[in-house]
């Protein structure tokens, strides 16, 4: 599976643009990745500074210009607004495969946005990009995201865990 996500494929929805992360959203992404609420059940380091936080925004472009990964924007059409992230990565050939990840701003969960973003990324993934699966990983108490993905179909996966994060649990959509 080759991809190619140049020119960057912005993504529109009834309310969302999803669009390619840029120096320009540091401060918005250094509020999501430092919230309590987001980071509840995401194990990961966060940002001590906006210096870290441009550092992350550089790391995610390389690996959209070297086509190793695809991480969008979630942007509110009303106010443009960053709302959350979410992203396609972890390529697999063999299986047509990527991890699908997301985080939503606490102001704007449960109001369908993630649901949104999810249908328009899992069409592109599956559409555009030709893949046959796609997984999340989820902590297990999570149970905001168990139901987003239980919405989608993904399906529950017992026995596949998610090496170094003993906590989380997998759901897979199969095309």
């Known amino acids: 599976m080759d991809f190619n996500f140049t020119p960057f494929p912005v993504l529109e929805t009834e309310r ?3 669009r390619a992360l840029n ?4 401060k918005a992404i250094f509020g999501l990745r430092t ?3 987001v980071n509840e059940f995401i194990d990961r380091k966060t940002p001590n500074n906006l210096s870290e936080t ?7 472009s390389s690996l959209t210009i070297n086509n190793k ?7 509110s059409k009303s106010n443009h ?3 959350g992230t979410i992203g ?3 390529f697999e050939d063999e299986e047509e495969y990527a991890e699908i990840g997301y985080e939503l701003d606490p102001i704007y969960q449960q109001k369908g946005f993630m649901s949104e973003a999810f249908e328009a990324i899992l069409e592109f993934g599956f559409q555009e990009m030709e893949l046959k699966t796609i997984e999340a990983f989820t902590h297990k108490n999570n149970s905001d995201s168990i139901s987003l993905l239980k919405k989608q179909d993904f399906v529950f996966q017992p026995d596949i865990k998610d090496e170094g994060f003993e906590n989380n649990i997998s759901y897979r959509l199969i095309q």
């Open 69 to 75: 990964g695809i991480f969008w924007v979630i942007e």
């Open 54 to 60: 441009r550092a992350f925004i550089d790391r995610i």
């Open 88 to 90: 396609l990565r972890n």
């Open 35 to 37: 919230n309590k609420e």
């Open 81 to 83: 607004q960053l709302i």
């Open 23 to 26: 120096l320009d959203d540091a």
């Open 16 to 18: 969302l643009t999803l």
